[in-house]
């Protein structure tokens, strides 16, 4: 009979009581309050760990497993390395999921939200996280956005906090502002519905005052950040370097003003474009014939259905009306026809361009739809460097041109690489970036333009027309005036939102909460109304790192000698979703912190890891395609070390993880005969490791010193494989000899136990406590390595030239074939024997033999 093979999900050979241990450990650690950060007396050195809080959705996801795991690991390494560490939690709990679930089964938001958090704690604690619990946040307690308000009041104090009507983003069917980020392919991240604009008047934070800084400093973290999220948020802040250039208008008092990049090529300028949503476009039509108006009109309601990103797609077929007025190009005079188009945006400069189709793509695109000049005013096959070209005449004086610049209006390309200056007055000759700086020159001394940077980024909108949110601390009077809620009469707390109607509908439900909306005037005394808008929640992310050094403080937001001690983050651990936002409205509201002198630094995470996504066969795991792996199940299935274990092995931490490819049983299998191992060994917890197996003790030796190093790479997977090597030689040299008295094999177990807790710290205490110390492992200090035991291990290997030995070299153990094979064909007694033949064939066999072929 042929044997069945064990069902995969059996209870592998070496199986042990993984939630016994576990619950035990668990206990002992809540008991002892293991895991708090040391106090102002405790002066070991300090890091400031930091996963990215989680919002309470659920129960926690795969992904949630991935990134607890690793700012886990990071903790718990640098406490054996001596220090003092802060690693706390706490739920990003404001926010819409809550508000639209509430709406959909009747409830309160704060049942949904706080269930959910509960269970997720619980979720936390089973994994065995080393959190400091006794700092946990929510940022939709009072207790917390009590200083959100007083955050908002900060801002508002320093002019960085203001109202303006603007077209916002706005979601029909959630019934509710959008951000610019939360527009996705110009439609709602969150339900899909197609965004439309519409004019409202909305809270912003000036965040674009600190646009330079907030480039500038990206500086700083280079190395420290992934470069991806640094280019990132360059691309968001979006720096553009030019001038502002002035145009008069016929029959208009006053000029207008362009924005360019491109400001020597002014004299190729051949009409000029305004963005048909502009102001300015619906004043220059004003003039205009009846019909041009009409046109105009429908023009602009076609426009407004489009998303600034289709406007901007480069492949579109161009589309505009002539305003019928004309420009004045100040550096020549002439006389520019004036257009609109969408492909201009009302929002981006002074939403107007000046046109110069022979060197930009869009214009020429639109001059060759209309008709429109095509001048061409830098020759691009001009060397930049060096002597300028021998200019050639022919017998009449005429230049000539060895080689045409080719037209755009025939190619249909705009020419829009270097060169230098053609048929541009004074500017002929010059080299594009001298001829921008002397054009400049030029309009300033004339008073027509000045030098100008833009930014892509835009002013913070934080104003939300939602329940579950921070309520904004302000007071609109009878008269007018918007006030500050006085600070003693923070916080401004939410309503019950049981009386009121939460279903969306344009404006903020606060506000029809008649009791909760009326006040006082904070001057006069008089009835007023409370702000009834809620603040977007990436307010509440952008400074909760601080709230965790004082969470349970209610006299200040943070207290500063806390700041000091332990800000910024030395490691942020969290996903790439939030690559851009969050961590740019962090940096910007640190820098608001540092300017007020809260703060003595200007940069909130010193260091970010992002980690990859849990997949599952290739694809993103979701609810709608039915193939999520649940963090719940896999826990019950294999217990917290398995599952971690089995996580950080899975492969690089920036890498995606298909959760196919994890092994949980063989994970399960390797902390089973690490356990085993510390159970095996005979000899007393005094032992002298020096005398045991030299053999055992280099593979030790040579873990613990390389270790550090590739933690603070995150090479996580690659300290998990090495234990497994470190367990396989202790289990040889325990069954093979010298045996499991040796003391070589005690001290290997102890290594293996500390090195072990970063991943499976249940396993690893149970291991400590059989191997005859009294917990916690948490808090044993790494061993040095003996250097002495770090020298590579020698062997001889054999050169032979047409199968007779030449020489003999003494390699490294460890060396690879191609380096053997350097070493051999370098070696002088081969050189000689080799003589001026030629090697025709080398064969190596790492570390042994070479074999060389010569005729
Ligand atoms: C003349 C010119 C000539 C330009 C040339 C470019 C090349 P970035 O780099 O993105 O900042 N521009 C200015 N305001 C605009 C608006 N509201 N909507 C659409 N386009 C706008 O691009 C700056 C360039 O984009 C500006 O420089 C302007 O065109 C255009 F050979 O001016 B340029």
């Not at 080719?406 to 249909?412: A, C, E, K």
């Not at 007055?425 to 027509?448: P, V």
Request: aromatic share 8%.
């Amino acid at each position: 009979m042929s044997q069945t093979p064990a069902p995969e999900n059996s209870a592998p050979a070496e199986a042990f009581d993984v939630h016994a241990i576990q619950a035990k450990w668990q206990a002992h650690w809540e008991q002892d309050e293991t895991f708090l950060a040391g106090g102002d007396a405790d002066n070991r050195p300090r890091k400031y760990v930091l996963p990215m809080f989680p919002y309470p959705s659920g129960d926690l996801h795969m992904g949630h497993a991935e990134n607890y795991l690793y700012s886990d690991i990071i903790a718990r390494f640098w406490r054996h390395r001596g220090y003092n560490v802060l690693h706390p939690v706490g739920w990003d709990s404001f926010g819409l999921p809550a508000e639209n679930a509430a709406i959909q089964r009747g409830e309160d938001p704060r049942e949904w939200t706080y269930d959910n958090i509960a269970q997720q704690r619980a979720s936390l604690k089973r994994y065995g996280i080393s959190f400091d619990w006794s700092r946990v946040l929510h940022t939709s307690d009072p207790e917390y956005y009590r200083w959100n308000q007083w955050l908002f009041q900060q801002l508002h104090d320093r002019d960085l906090a203001y109202r303006k009507e603007s077209p916002v983003n706005w979601c029909p069917n959630d019934q509710t502002v959008l951000a610019n980020e939360q527009v996705v392919d110009g439609a709602c991240e969150r339900c899909g519905a197609v965004v439309v604009k519409k004019k409202l008047t909305q809270w912003y934070f000036k965040i674009t005052d600190y646009a330079d800084r907030l480039l500038d400093d990206l500086n700083q973290l280079e190395g420290a950040w992934p470069s991806k999220v640094l280019q990132m948020q360059r691309n968001w802040i979006g720096r553009s370097v030019g001038a502002d250039i002035d145009f008069e208008i016929e029959g208009r008092d006053e000029r207008i003003t362009v924005f360019s990049t491109r400001p020597d090529t002014l004299y190729g300028a051949t009409f000029m474009v305004v963005a048909p949503d502009s102001d300015l476009a619906a004043e220059l039509v004003e003039g205009a014939s009846p019909e041009v108006r009409e046109r105009f009109q429908a023009y602009l309601s076609a426009t407004q259905k489009q998303t600034d990103i289709e406007r901007q797609q480069a492949d579109r077929e161009k589309t505009g009306v002539s305003l019928e007025r004309f420009a004045i190009n100040p550096i020549n005079g002439e006389r520019l026809p004036i257009w609109t188009a969408d492909y201009v945006l009302a929002d981006y400069g002074h939403g107007a361009v000046m046109a110069v189709p022979a060197h930009d793509q869009r214009d020429l695109d639109f001059a060759r739809k209309f008709d429109l000049p095509v001048r061409v005013v830098v020759d691009t096959t001009a060397p930049i460097t060096g002597a300028l070209p021998v200019i050639e005449t022919d017998d009449d004086g005429n230049l000539i041109d060895p080689e045409p610049l080719p037209s755009p209006v025939d190619t249909g390309e705009a020419l829009t690489g270097e060169g230098r200056l053609m048929n541009s007055g004074d500017l002929n000759g010059l080299s594009q970036r001298n001829a921008i700086s002397r054009a400049i020159e030029i309009l300033t001394k004339r008073g027509t333009g000045r030098a100008a940077k833009q930014y892509r980024l835009r002013d913070w909108l934080i104003s939300r027309q939602r329940f579950w949110g921070t309520p904004i601390p302000m007071v609109h009077t009878d008269d007018g005036r918007i006030e500050k809620v006085p600070a003693d009469q923070l916080p401004v707390t939410l309503p019950q939102a049981k009386d009121l109607d939460l279903k969306p509908k344009g404006s903020s439900p606060l506000g029809a909460a008649t009791d909760w909306v009326t006040t006082t005037d904070p001057v006069t005394g008089e009835a007023a109304l409370r702000d009834p808008d809620t603040m977007d929640t990436f307010v509440d992310s952008s400074w909760y790192f601080l709230r965790f050094l004082s969470s349970q403080d209610p006299t200040q937001a943070f207290d500063p000698k806390n700041a000091l001690r332990w800000a910024p983050v030395d490691t942020y651990v969290g996903g790439v979703e939030h690559a851009i936002l969050h961590l740019l409205y962090a940096r910007f509201i640190t820098k608001v912190l540092f300017d007020g002198g809260l703060v003595d630094f200007t940069e909130p995470f010193s260091s970010l890891i992002n980690q990859g996504m849990v997949i599952l066969d290739g694809a993103k795991m979701s609810k709608s395609k039915g193939n999520l792996v649940l963090f719940s199940d896999e826990l019950n299935a294999h217990g917290a070390d398995a599952l971690r274990v089995a996580l950080a092995f899975a492969g690089p931490v920036e890498d995606d993880k298909d959760w196919k490819d994890v092994q949980t049983a063989g994970a399960t299998k390797f902390l089973a005969r690490a356990l085993r191992a510390a159970g095996d060994v005979t000899s007393e917890t005094g032992v002298k490791w020096a005398d045991g197996d030299q053999a055992l003790r280099r593979v030790t030796h040579r873990l613990l010193a390389d270790a550090p190093g590739l933690v603070e790479q995150t090479k996580f997977n690659v300290v998990v494989a090495r234990l497994m090597e470190l367990v396989n030689a202790i289990r040889k040299t325990i069954d093979q000899g010298p045996g499991a008295a040796d003391p070589a094999v005690r001290e290997a177990v102890e290594v293996t136990a500390m090195i072990l807790d970063l991943f499976a710290p249940h396993t690893a205490e149970e291991m400590w406590e059989t191997l005859g110390y009294t917990p916690s492992i948490s808090q044993v200090t790494w061993r040095p390595a003996d250097p002495t035991l770090l020298v590579e291990e020698e062997v001889t290997a054999v050169v032979q030239v047409n199968g007779k030995v030449r020489a003999q070299l003494q390699v490294p153990a460890k060396i690879d074939s191609a380096s053997l094979e350097k070493m051999a064909r370098e070696d002088e007694k081969v050189i000689r024997s080799v003589g001026d033949k030629q090697i025709v064939k080398a064969i190596v066999r790492a570390p042994k033999i070479v074999s060389l072929v010569v005729k």
